[in-house]
């Protein structure tokens, strides 16, 4: 019994117990999905391995500015006989950011840690519960929402050459990941970006409210508004990088878009339903004044009433009144369908979350 313990206690894997705490998170750039972390990182375990030798910082980038100092020369034996060494680093990673719901959006900062030269059979990382984070870190506009402090064997689709067995396909690896899941501000989206694209919007509702022969100020308001709306968006969204990838807020810079054209059109159409209410009210006067003039010829003698063109009604006022109708609509229907529509693209992107 002796024996069979202690032959499987010979197979069983080097746990080694790896920890982090996160002293401050930087310098978010989402055009390269990098970030700068300064962390202390810690390893303890018992046995003949030594972990530190073979250890990664898998998503680390910019490998000549990192900066991993050991805090002991030799790693040093605790009171319980297991061994011990901590580094403080600091140096960029990456990790793939999804930009669909911004700004409205949820992101990972992690670091990811993987020893590079024993299978899990012979060393496997277990997270220490006592990693954590600085208490009073905080990122200028973000939340933390979540931390994650996980070990696990990772499935690579690979031997990495080193297969001996037909057939086989799959190494795995020992991973540890440390990091924080951020939400953006919600005071970014309602009190920065809100607010400049709804006063652009507003003026073109209300500038429907002028008469249709202003035609000029109508379309001109309107069209100095798409412009606007374009710096704004390109405004916005440049931090982020320019790749096919839509936005949240594309989506409602395209509404904003469709909602300005269609009011444009509008005060189009209705400027020509104008005019041709003009034209026919003047060929109507002229009708009646030449029949006036030609029953004053027939007969000079007669007592002919004089036309008064104050109670006469006129052809174009039932285009008018359209046009009158057409305005209302769009008064009211607009910031409606606007917001409805905003509504929409929320909620259809609700669940585009980091997961």
């Known amino acids: 019994m002796i024996v069979l313990a202690l032959a499987l206690l010979a197979a069983a894997p ?26 202390d990182l810690w390893l303890r375990w018992k046995g003949e391995i030594d972990p530190t030798k073979t250890l990664l910082l898998a998503n680390a980038i910019d490998n000549w500015a990192m900066t991993m100092v050991p805090a002991y020369e030799q790693p040093k034996t605790l009171d319980d006989g297991s061994r011990y060494q901590r580094f403080t680093v600091e140096g960029r990673f990456y990790h793939k950011f999804w930009l669909g719901t911004f700004p409205l959006d949820w992101q990972k900062v992690v670091v990811e840690i993987e020893d590079t030269a024993h299978p899990p059979s012979a060393l496997v990382y277990v997270a220490d519960p006592a990693a954590a984070t600085r208490a009073d870190l905080t990122l200028p506009g973000w939340d933390i929402v979540e931390k994650y402090n996980v070990a696990a064997i990772m499935q690579l689709d690979t031997t990495r050459g080193e297969g001996t067995v ?23 989206f309602w009190f920065k970006v809100l607010p400049p694209i709804l006063m652009v919007i507003v003026s073109c509702f209300f500038v429907i409210r002028l008469q249709a022969r202003s035609v000029d100020v109508r379309a001109g308001t309107i069209v100095v508004a798409l412009l606007t709306e374009v710096f704004l968006q390109q405004q916005f969204e440049a931090p982020l990088p320019g790749v096919g ?65 104050a109670s006469s009604a006129l052809p174009g006022d039932a285009l008018r009144r359209l046009i009158d109708r057409c305005d209302r609509l769009c008064f009211i229907g607009a910031p409606v369908l606007y917001v409805f529509g905003c509504v929409l693209i929320v909620w259809l992107t609700r669940g585009q979350l980091i997961i």
């Open 166 to 188: 037909p057939g086989e396909t799959r190494a795995s690896v020992s991973r540890y990941r440390y990091g924080l899941k951020i939400m953006r501000s919600p005071s970014y």
């Open 14 to 39: 080097q746990e080694v117990r790896v920890g982090v705490y996160l002293k401050n998170v930087d310098g978010l750039d989402f055009r390269n999905n990098s970030y700068s972390l300064s962390f």
């Open 245 to 309: 990838l839509q936005f949240l807020l594309d989506h409602v810079f395209n509404l904003s878009y469709f909602v300005m054209v269609a009011l444009l059109v509008e005060s189009i159409i209705v400027a020509r339903l104008w005019d041709r209410a003009l034209r026919l009210d003047e060929q109507h006067l002229l009708t009646v004044q030449r029949r006036h003039d030609a029953a004053l010829a027939a007969a000079p003698n007669a007592a002919v009433q004089g036309v008064d063109y």
